[in-house]
């Protein structure tokens, strides 16, 4: 995947998710299927406290960088956080609803790079 400004930004996202121990970090290259988004980071917690986590850290990382996050959604129950960046769309699940709703197998036809601690 080349260094452009997304990849940059997706890079930073994993960083900060792996340093909550995020589990089983991917990065969807969507470029070539898709015009929603550059990228799309999955990964999950092991409870909600932990996705809580991730995500805040994720936000306040880039917040600090001056990245502010256009939209986020999923506070509420924190089964799935979504915090879009525009180019780069996070997915903070805890397992069980990852598992659920399978978003790799939607994006199956995109290049993957899978991130463990």
Not at 21 to 40: E, G, H, N, P
Not at 44 to 69: F, M
Not at 70 to 96: A, P, S, T
Request: charged content about 25%; overall charge negative.
């Amino acid at each position: 995947m080349p260094d452009n400004g997304s990849y940059k930004l997706a890079k930073q996202i994993v960083n900060f998710s792996l340093e909550k121990k995020a589990c089983d970090v991917q990065l969807f290259d969507l470029r070539k299927v898709s015009t929603i988004s550059d990228y799309f980071i999955i990964c999950h917690g092991e409870s909600d406290v932990q996705v809580k986590a991730i995500a805040n850290a994720i936000l306040d990382g880039l917040k600090k960088e001056g990245i502010s996050v256009w939209h986020k959604e999923g506070y509420d129950y924190l089964h799935w956080v979504l915090l879009d960046y525009v180019d780069v769309v996070v997915h903070v699940f805890q397992k069980e609803t990852r598992q659920f709703y399978g978003l790799e197998r939607l994006w199956g036809d995109a290049t993957v790079e899978t991130f463990t601690e």
